[in-house]
């Protein structure tokens, strides 16, 4: 059907995800720090409850995903300094803990798995993106892919066997077994 607008209790949104069964929304709201705030959402009829902040910093928290489960949220922050890596926060703000601590770029992250990891593109590799995966909890990253392109914004299956990344330059669609 044709779109719908839907009143938001904000002005300036982005990086929307919303949770596997539609009842809630992440998203960042932008400026010059950039907060993660929650949504009620029903779906049927389109209703938007209030917002409430899940994170609270002077950085950039940005391109928030809901896990599976719609527990947990994972987002890549900009530090001060530019820094950026993996974080992961309870939906409703509590639990959050930095999953990725480096001085490479660790961006876009999406749940693999079952929601048990995490895949994210990572310019740990000399400065070209490639892809890796690293468990929800944290630990140690394993790369899963070497291509003389960057490989950005990957998505994988929910069970994990399969996913899809751009590369740049060249604006070519891979599909991958990101085990």
Known sequence: ?????MAIPRSGIGHVSVS?????????????????EGLAFDPASGTVGARRRITASSDRSTLPVVSPDGHWIVFS????????????????????????????RDRVPSWIAGGTRLMFQSSR?????QLWTIAADGGTPIQVT???????????SPDGTRALVATFPGAKLLRFDPR
């Open 1 to 5: 059907g044709e779109p719908e607008t």
């Open 20 to 36: 596997a069964n539609g009842a809630g929304i992440a998203m960042a709201s932008m400026s010059t720090a950039a907060n993660l």
């Open 77 to 104: 922050k900009v530090q001060q300094g530019g820094q950026e890596n993996l974080w992961v926060v309870r939906r409703d703000g509590t639990g959050l803990r930095q999953v990725t601590n480096n001085a490479a």
């Open 125 to 129: 590799d000399g400065g070209r993106f």
């Open 146 to 156: 070497d291509r003389p392109e960057s490989l950005i914004f990957a998505l994988g």
